[in-house]
């Protein structure tokens, strides 16, 4: 699988995990895990030299984030939401920049 595919499946996932969250996030909790440990495995084989220079610097800043949201103590139903429409933002920001791998 290349890049372009791992980084496209990685979205679908950020999508799936920010809908089961918005959802709801207590009920959907064992899924939501089971995906974010996919994104992880598709993160960590992910050739980042091969990676363009301008994808790089928006794969860069989603690491970033993403490191800190999957960290996230989530407790109150507003946050619960900020965090989907984050997990969202950032599959539809992956899949819109996939382009320029």
């Given at each position: 699988m290349n890049n372009k595919a791992k980084i496209l499946d990685i979205a679908m996932n950020l999508n799936r995990v920010g809908n089961l969250a918005a959802d709801n996030y207590e009920k959907k909790k064992k899924r939501i895990d089971i995906f974010l440990e996919e994104i992880n495995e598709y993160i960590d084989s992910i050739d980042k030299s091969s990676l363009s220079k301008p994808f790089k610097k928006t794969f860069d800043k989603f690491l970033e984030e993403y490191l800190l949201l999957e960290k996230e103590n989530i407790k109150t139903q507003q946050?619960?939401?900020?965090?989907?429409e984050k997990m969202m933002t950032w599959g539809n920001i992956l899949t819109h920049r996939a382009r320029i791998i």
């Open positions: 946050e619960k939401l900020y965090w989907a």
